[in-house]
């Protein structure tokens, strides 16, 4: 497995999470759960990949910009959880606050997937593509961990 798969794959939890999300209602049991678990999700991505993605990018010249730019992203994203936990979940404004996250976090995905990969597929050698991917597996299941 490389680098590329597993992210991949933690992506695709982030989306369908999201989309859960979007259906649903009010201040219920469902929609508290789903958030706890994206919440965790985000989290714990976030810190896996800037430690074991971005950070080894970074050593490369020509991946520094787009490290940065993918980093101040998760800040931005922190922000928006942020506003979604001070609002109240049976307000409507619950739902413009996640819709304004999941378009926020699908940019963010599709631009690391589409264009941050390709250029990590140049900057990593086939061994770091593997050996990242054994990190990132790890440096999840600790964070998990704490939650
Ligand atoms: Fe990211
Ligand atoms: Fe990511």
Redesign the pocket.
């Known amino acids: 497995m490389k680098i590329f798969e597993v ?1 991949r794959e ?2 695709d939890k982030q989306r369908s999470l999201l989309n859960i999300l979007a259906e649903t209602s009010g201040d219920t049991e469902v929609r508290r759960e789903y958030f706890q678990q994206l919440k965790d999700e985000l989290e714990s ?2 810190v896996a ?1 800037e430690r074991h ?1 971005y950070s080894p990018l970074m050593k490369s010249d020509s991946a520094i910009e787009l490290s940065r730019h ?1 980093i101040a992203e998760h800040h931005e994203i922190d922000e928006l959880v942020e506003t979604l936990e001070n609002t109240d979940m049976s307000s409507p404004a619950w739902l413009t606050h996640l819709k304004t996250l999941k378009e926020k976090v699908e940019h ?2 599709a631009e ?1 997937e589409k264009e941050f990969f390709q250029v990590a597929g140049k900057v990593l050698s086939e061994a770091d593509k593997d050996e990242l991917a054994r990190e990132y597996r790890k440096e999840i299941e600790k964070e998990k961990e704490k939650h």
């Open positions: 992210l933690d992506h991505h976030a990949e993605f993918g963010h995905l690391e």
